[in-house]
């Protein structure tokens, strides 16, 4: 099963389907940072009568189990909402409490633009096809499914190098599952910006050909090196 994740200290912090973290993730964040002994295990922190009060107060007032712990299995360690992750932040070091809490801040920033930003890609999809549909219908050709899903693989091959399909295979993402879910905003960006100017290309009548080469073109000089400079951040 593959988990969201925040990034602290070079450590993905991975977070379950329940809005959960991973506190032996934010352990080994903390050690890596330098702000918390081998010791400071979650398991310790988790047998403090204080905060095994706290999580009782917790789960009357939540709808999830505030902490899960799996022992054994292929993700096994302990799990905590956020209130648990930034309590055990600030249990390890009151440096580190402020760093988890800002990360998570920015975490859900990132992750409302994102939204906004996906949307803004499904909103400017329909234009696009609208147009093909469009242009079709005058010159009294028939519209097929597949005239769509063209100009679509058009956009994800320049954009990602790969046709939608192979990017679900390649990140294991479900058939029902939209891939702008799983892509960087850099990516989504690029692929809303392809469809802007690719509505305008069919709209003038270019082939596919012409369209094809310009909007590579526009990938090149406008997209190709913040892409490359995204994936280094998010490598690094």
Avoid at 26 to 36: D, I, N, P, R, Y
Avoid at 81 to 101: D, G, H, M, N, S
Avoid at 108 to 128: D, G, S
Avoid at 197 to 209: K, P, Q, R
């Amino acid at each position: 099963m593959k988990y969201p994740t925040v990034t602290l200290n070079g450590v993905n912090v991975r977070i379950d389907s329940a809005g959960r973290y991973n506190l032996n993730d934010l352990h080994k964040s903390a050690v890596e940072g330098g702000k918390a002994k081998e010791s400071q295990r979650p398991g310790e922190f988790l047998k403090s009568r204080q905060i095994t009060r706290f999580v009782q107060e917790l789960a009357s007032a939540t709808i999830i189990a505030p902490v899960r712990t799996i022992n054994g299995g292929k993700n096994p360690g302990s799990w905590g909402v956020e209130l648990v992750a930034i309590r055990y932040a600030a249990w390890i070091e009151p440096k580190f409490e402020i760093q988890v809490y800002n990360t998570f801040v920015e975490a859900k920033r990132q992750k409302a633009l994102a939204e906004i930003n996906r949307n803004t890609a499904r909103l400017e999809y329909k234009p696009m096809t609208d147009a093909i549909k469009h242009e079709r219908e005058a010159q009294g050709k028939t519209i097929a499914p597949h005239h769509f899903s063209n100009e679509a693989d058009l956009i994800n091959r320049i954009a990602l190098d790969m046709t939608a399909a192979k990017f679900r295979v390649y990140h294991d993402i479900g058939k029902k599952e939209s891939i702008r879910d799983y892509l960087t905003p850099e990516q989504i960006h690029c692929i809303t910006e392809l469809q802007r100017a690719n509505t305008v290309f069919i709209g003038m009548g270019w082939d596919f050909e012409q369209r094809k080469a310009t909007l590579m073109g526009i990938f090149n000089k406008n997209h190709r090196q913040p892409l490359i400079e995204e994936q280094h951040r998010l490598a690094a």
